[in-house]
């Protein structure tokens, strides 16, 4: 999950000087911002720190950022087969040159201290932001594509498909040490949608990224509130599996077996509470997993401009605590 | 669902020369725009035009919908415990005698014709937005409370269930055919904290108001987002529990039995497509479904208001269509 950001008064001091878009094309600010919850919040890996939506502006797309209008949007969302076929699938290797440059930085300056994580969108969630142009309740734009023209959504999806492969292949190849496949918002589909329209795409992504790196990388699925298909989630080859909060950690660990790892699940809110209540919290799920392994332990969701550092602290403190109590 | 609203010229007809408070106080203008959809888009039961939020209200709470500036809001959220103690509990039967009045009305003027559904929000529902103040992403607010100040928070749902049932026996005695819980906001909640918040108040309400009416009214139960739990909600008593569309109608199904009849779960937003494609949808639920009984054919939330009112006739349409012909 998202880990450099504003709830560190130490991001929001680099924020203050650079616009968001800087931050992001720059390979420096991203690295100072990408260790920051290393040195900060002690976590075990770092995240690099990116967004989503620089896939589409890599494939042609407008991408606008306005300081205190709510989150980016595209001015020219995707409606017509004609802007369909006019993205680019280029290599991102090249046309996003500057996130395995900031890759390479962020490795140096960690020299070996964590792991680093890439990460992308997964072809559903970004097509839902380039069809409908900026975050919604409902999607509405994206969804009449995929029920009214179903053959230029897949023609779109399949083309996300190809550049998010080559994208998590450039960034394993810059040094990544696990990356992670965000399908924010996998859960507004019906469960039949969600495996045509994401599911399949994804595991085509990790089929095409595990060929073509030998298998080399761990690769993280998080698509959150579709635990309708946790089976199925875990049948696209990837090696671990993300859970929102909304789902009992155990129970989808007896779904999924001990073949794939889980990630997640304290409700991010929990975050907003105290270390008392964080460590009953973390040790609930602790307890409540088997074995105390095949589990990266984190928040359901992204943490949460608000969130006070000390219990983002609290919550790396637990998790270690619980993990270490339980191997003894 | 949602019936009346604003995807109706009719309805925008009415709405035009009132704010939306003095229609739902307004017996006259509730039992008018109630009928709209029976008369206009030909369905086989009226809800009543109201809101959720009458309750916290009729509460003690000062309610603001100010007209182009979102969803409605409590300027002076729920955040002391003297505030919580303040809540009035006294019987709505009087302090919403404007509802069982359009109620009365509406059945009137139905004169049989379809049946009539009251409603109500859920307690966790009615507390969210009555902590948080206002519609919200994650209601940290109100999680913050349970989390922190759980006692407190029992206190207020506590206060809110009694309300809630008497506000149902009200509406039942006032003429009511069948009564709806809505519990909006149950899918933000762990699977845990869904049950000890939500669930188990919902389960208090339908007990009271099956023991005070003696069962002579059906009740729905609808969740939205809390497909972890079908079973448990089954364990409720209700009669009825309603379906999101992110979850497999056949499925559900098969995990709740035969006992409770289900309601629901068309994606809304087919609604924005073709009458070929609502058609196809329609009849994909309907031929999942095992026997074409106990099940309400619905949408799976409330229709949106930029839909065109000839895509919800052909929805109606295509519902009783498939029903008819999996009788012959």
Not at 113 to 136: C, E, K, N
Not at 276 to 290: G, K, P, T
Request: glycine share 6%.
């Amino acid at each position: 999950m998202r880990q450099a950001g504003r709830y560190l008064p130490e991001y929001r001091a680099v924020r203050a000087k650079h616009s968001f878009l800087e931050m992001v094309r720059s390979p420096e600010l991203v690295a100072e911002v990408t260790i920051q919850p290393v040195d900060l919040v002690d976590v075990d890996a770092a995240i690099i720190f990116s967004d989503i939506l620089v896939v589409p502006e890599a494939m042609g797309m407008v991408l606008e950022v306005e300081e205190g209008k709510g989150g980016p949007r595209f001015p020219e969302p995707i409606r017509l087969y004609s802007q369909i076929k006019k993205l680019s699938d280029a290599n991102p290797a090249k046309s996003l040159s500057y996130v395995m440059d900031a890759i390479r930085l962020t490795k140096e300056k960690l020299s070996g201290r964590v792991p680093l994580i890439g990460f992308t969108g997964a072809p559903w969630t970004l097509f839902a932001y380039m069809v409908d142009g900026h975050g919604s309740k409902d999607f509405r734009h994206a969804k009449e594509m995929l029920f009214t023209r179903r053959e230029e959504a897949h023609l779109m999806l399949r083309k996300l498909t190809d550049v998010i492969a080559q994208y998590l292949i450039a960034q394993i190849q810059a040094g990544a040490d696990i990356v992670q496949i965000f399908d924010t918002w996998a859960g507004i589909l019906t469960p039949e949608d969600f495996k045509e329209f994401s599911l399949d795409y994804i595991a085509e992504i990790v089929r095409l990224v595990k060929t073509e790196t030998g298998n080399s990388t761990p690769i993280i699925v998080f698509c959150k509130g579709a635990n309708h298909s946790l089976l199925e989630q875990a049948a696209t080859g990837c090696d671990v599996i993300g859970l929102d909060w909304t789902v009992d950690i155990a129970e989808a660990k007896a779904i999924i077996g001990d073949e794939v790892a889980l990630q997640g699940n304290l409700d991010p809110t929990v975050l907003y509470t105290s270390e008392l209540i964080i460590e009953e919290r973390v040790n609930a799920i602790a307890d409540s997993m088997v074995v105390p392994k095949g589990h990266i332990f984190n928040l359901g969701h992204g943490i949460t401009p608000e969130v006070d550092p000390e219990n983002a602290r609290a919550f790396v403190r637990a998790a270690k605590n619980a993990y270490t109590r339980k191997k003894d």
